[in-house]
């Protein structure tokens, strides 16, 4: 891939220059400290680390349903307040390599995991004949980067199993998942589930849910008869299962977080919408079902950041880290017409964006880019709509209503993701690259770029 051009870096700083004065007209708050992370984000260069974030689901209405709900519609969350933004297309494609213009989160994954679009449900392989590709997290290993996945959802789920791991669907998670991964098993000479490969890849820190995933017993090869749990043990892994043993985790071996048996419940709940609407509601901002031990996202995060920047400091590395951040339930939420746990964890992967950004403050040399996978169903419609499908009216923090709707399916089915571009907001080296409207493989390029890959 060649290196941007004189003519290219002339664009992005004319297009950012123009963008940064659009703000100072404005007189947004925080506009200075906005003009300053833009002249250095158009600089490229190399950086040290990157922290990728990955609203699952969190297109434009998800992102402004949480803005409105939390701040205010005049209020600005923390993923609003990056120096560059533009949009990508997230289409798949078929095995043909034409395209599907609805895509999972596995092929969407895929596409900025290895830079090459697949087929809906495979895993980091090819669409036509499903060969392994290698993973932005794989090349970063290789060039002596710490690596580490954080996520809400079961750590096989679509989003992380990109970064280190190949099968031909997303299923296979676990060893006794394997129906429709025949080839990709041990005892047909494969790497085996998504559990086994994320161990096997040695990556550095792993925290999510899907306990029950690791917990299969493995049916073939050197680690047989043991759980996945047991061979993670095996190949050196501090295995941890709450927020006090999160936080007791030394750097020097790896971590494997495990805080639920499948995802990791939400943060927040309230009635889910339906036929003709709710009444009015405030949603709960707490669970019952969700114990008082589970770590954050944004705890989760900071500690893998912790962990990452101490092991690449005891090996006196030059390199950094690469670290995927994934608040996966703001999509499944959607999919359950749910719009306060929906609101719930969008707040929450907020709050790990402003991890990320702080952190960036101090590392400037950090690359921060948050964006989502997909777009997804809820739309913020009038209050006098009666929308086909199901709604419901919520009381924002503002004190006004505000009806949402959920209308990409029959009532009673899951809701469905939807075609359209999202957004993608970038702070630091190479940050320029997200500006525009670029296409989701493009963002493997960024990370390639910013981190020296090879």
């Known amino acids: 891939m060649r290196r941007p051009s004189r003519r290219h870096l002339t664009i992005a700083t004319a297009l950012v220059t123009t963008a940064v004065a659009a703000v100072s007209v404005t007189s947004v708050a925080g506009a200075s400290d906005t003009r300053q992370q833009a002249e250095h984000a158009i600089k490229g260069g190399k950086a040290k680390n990157v922290i990728l974030l990955i609203g699952d689901g969190m297109g434009d209405s998800e992102i402004t349903l949480a803005r409105d709900y939390t701040v205010g519609a005049n209020g600005r969350l923390n993923m609003d307040r990056f120096p560059l933004t533009g949009a990508y297309t997230t289409y798949a494609v078929h095995a043909d390599g034409t395209p599907d213009y609805v895509t999972d989160s596995?092929?969407?994954?895929?596409?900025?995991?290895?830079?090459?679009?697949?087929?809906?449900?495979?895993?980091?392989?090819?669409?036509?004949?499903?060969?392994?590709?290698?993973?932005?997290?794989?090349?970063?290993?290789?060039?002596?980067?710490?690596?580490?996945?954080?996520?809400?959802?079961?750590?096989?789920?679509?989003?992380?199993?990109?970064?280190?791991?190949?099968?031909?669907?997303?299923?296979?998670?676990?060893?006794?998942?394997?129906?429709?991964?025949?080839?990709?098993?041990?005892?047909?000479?494969?790497?085996?589930?998504?559990?086994?490969?994320?161990?096997?890849?040695k990556v550095d820190v792993l925290f999510g849910g899907?306990?029950?995933?690791?917990?299969?017993?493995?049916?073939?090869?050197?680690?047989?008869?043991?759980?996945?749990?047991?061979?993670?043990?095996?190949?050196?892994?501090?295995?941890?299962?709450?927020?006090?043993?999160?936080?007791?985790?030394?750097?020097?071996?790896?971590?494997?977080?495990?805080?639920?048996?499948?995802?990791?419940?939400?943060?927040?709940?309230?009635?889910?919408?339906?036929?003709?609407?709710?009444?009015?509601?405030?949603?709960?901002?707490?669970?019952?079902?969700?114990?008082?031990?589970?770590?954050?996202?944004?705890?989760?995060?900071?500690?893998?950041?912790?962990?990452?920047?101490?092991?690449?400091?005891?090996?006196?590395?030059?390199?950094?880290?690469?670290?995927?951040?994934?608040?996966?339930?703001?999509?499944?939420?959607?999919?359950?017409?749910d719009p306060c746990g929906q609101i719930g964890e969008t707040a929450a992967f907020d709050r790990a964006v402003k991890l990320a950004r702080d952190y960036a403050a101090k590392h400037p040399d950090t690359l921060v880019v948050t964006t989502a996978d997909h777009g997804h169903t809820s739309q913020i419609v009038p209050l006098e709509a009666t929308p086909p499908g199901l709604s419901s009216t919520l009381v924002t923090n503002e004190g006004q209503q505000l009806k949402v709707n959920y209308s990409t399916n029959t009532p009673g089915l899951s809701q469905e993701h939807t075609g359209t571009e999202v957004r993608i907001a970038a702070q630091g080296p190479q940050a320029y690259r997200v500006l525009g409207v670029t296409n989701q493989t493009d963002l493997f390029t960024t990370v390639r770029e910013a981190l020296r890959l090879r």
């Open 210 to 337: 899907g306990k029950q995933r690791f917990d299969q017993e493995v049916t073939d090869g050197k680690y047989k008869g043991l759980t996945v749990t047991e061979q993670a043990r095996k190949l050196g892994y501090q295995v941890v299962t709450d927020n006090a043993s999160m936080k007791a985790a030394k750097a020097g071996k790896p971590v494997l977080g495990l805080f639920a048996a499948g995802n990791v419940p939400v943060e927040w709940t309230g009635k889910a919408a339906a036929v003709g609407g709710t009444d009015p509601q405030r949603c709960v901002t707490s669970n019952a079902s969700r114990p008082s031990t589970t770590p954050s996202l944004a705890d989760s995060a900071a500690k893998a950041i912790q962990l990452l920047e101490a092991k690449q400091k005891a090996n006196r590395s030059k390199q950094g880290f690469f670290l995927q951040i994934e608040g996966a339930s703001i999509d499944k939420q959607d999919h359950a017409a």
């Open 106 to 201: 596995a092929a969407s994954g895929t596409g900025w995991a290895t830079g090459v679009k697949t087929v809906n449900g495979r895993i980091s392989k090819t669409p036509g004949t499903d060969k392994a590709v290698k993973t932005i997290l794989e090349l970063a290993q290789k060039s002596g980067y710490a690596t580490g996945s954080v996520t809400t959802a079961e750590l096989t789920d679509a989003t992380p199993a990109v970064l280190a791991s190949h099968v031909t669907d997303r299923s296979c998670q676990g060893p006794a998942d394997m129906a429709k991964c025949g080839a990709d098993t041990i005892a047909a000479g494969g790497p085996g589930s998504i559990a086994e490969q994320s161990v096997n890849h």
